[in-house]
DNA sequence: GCCTGAATTATTTTATACAATTTCAAGCCT
DNA sequence: AGGCTTGAAATTGTATAAAATAATTCAGGC
């Protein structure tokens, strides 16, 4: 596809894969059995997991090899808040300049969602949300952010994966939750849409707390309201 | 020291290289000269060189080698803006809790600061700069918003050494403020240090803007005031 | 004279082979 | 019996060498 190097093209199945809880969380990734599952030598192996490394997703322990990264109530709840940072200024900045083709895109996505919603096609809602969602942000011009927030949006649907499939309900809500995000950015209702972007975070936030057994304020104390910046 | 592998330790030798000034913006990175230069394979360069190119110092580009990640004024607007947007909730979470001996550290820092001002070392800046806003927000208990944090910090180093030498009020300014903020956090006025850190960092954006002979607002529109969170 | 295009060169990428490190278990000593 | 050392097995880290890809050069034709 995009990946004129091996090397890459192996990073990304890898990437997908553990998205997909193919390799759950903490098990052992060896190089030499990915190489062979491959058909490639360890050495691009090796690269990929050294990529996947910096995103997040794996974890590399010198001498004592590569494991996914273990999934925790914590890490969670920090990659939610920095969502919850981020995303609103991000989504501030590019709604105003978002063209009738990206909403053209956007309803595409929503209408994938819906028929994802109706076959219980869990797999590919985390790649639609993710893709909505830096979607709404691409005309922000802000490349760095923007490629952080792709991470931290293929973290968090490791999470809610595992929570969808007892709680679909959810689900529907976060489908309400989009079309609104997209009628107001469309109508112009810039401060609104960020509002209900903070909401969206913050009750996906506590309803995967309540779901992980942990309450909201155990491992992370919210934001502080004095914080304005 | 703490790499007990051989491209970790050739990583943190380029990084410090790039930082430095000694491998300048745009330059091109041979794997083949490199791994002469440091007297080993070139597999663990390849290997060091993703690492970086995760943190944003270099950029590879499949096939064709990999350069020093080059220094735009909206690469660095965009690192200020994210440094402004992280850096105080982090402040926040972590000054209520800061110990005594941290203080201790923080002043240890700031001697040396002061040190490396009367010696005209701005080499040792950056690297204490980095030091002490990581020691303030050690406590915040949120590892990977730190280091995110830190590479952000990295890369602002690289813009900030080159204004620095022109510029050298710029150091004192620096100064003051970091004193003033380990004196707020030390006597518990959390908000007002972290309204300092708001603007100790948009001080420096608009001064670094300046020096780089950008308007501030040309490459990136500031925050809109209308994302509280 | 300038553009097109194949051969050449330089560089990256991958494969194979070897060395270093960790882990686990068995045996020894206290 | 318990803890420590020691050795073997497995796995990772590194070096060397071959294959692939992009940039360059130089010849040939329009």
């Known amino acids: 596809m995009k990946n004129q190097t091996m090397a890459g093209s192996i990073g990304s199945e890898i990437r997908r894969r553990i998205l997909d809880g193919r390799y759950p969380a903490g098990s052992q990734l060896r190089q030499d059995g990915l190489a062979a599952e491959f058909g490639a030598s360890r050495i691009p192996v ?6 996947l490394e910096a995103e997040g997703l794996v974890r590399i322990h010198p001498h004592r ?16 808040e920095l969502r919850a940072a981020l995303e609103p200024r991000l989504l501030a ?8 083709p990206d909403f053209h895109r956007a309803h595409g996505i929503l209408e994938d969602y819906a028929a994802a919603l109706r076959d219980g096609d869990t797999a ?5 949300n993710t893709e909505l969602h830096l979607l709404l942000y691409g005309r922000a011009n802000r490349p760095r952010a923007l490629g952080l927030v792709g991470s931290l949006l293929a973290e968090c649907d490791r999470y809610t994966r595992l929570q969808l499939s007892t709680d679909p309900a959810e689900l529907e809500r976060a489908d309400r939750e989009h079309r609104e995000m997209v009628r107001l950015c469309r109508n112009g209702h810039v401060s609104a849409a960020c509002a209900l972007l903070v909401d969206h975070i913050n009750h996906v936030a506590t309803a995967l707390m309540a779901f992980l057994g942990e309450p909201a304020d155990a491992t992370q104390t919210p934001a502080p309201s004095h914080v304005i910046v």
């Open 93 to 100: 900045l590019s709604a105003p300049l978002l063209t009738e």
């Open 46 to 51: 090796r690269e990929a997991l050294f990529q």
């Open 65 to 80: 090899g590569a494991m996914v990264a273990p999934l925790s109530p914590a890490d969670a709840a920090e990659a939610l």
């Open 124 to 128: 590919r809602w985390g790649t639609l």
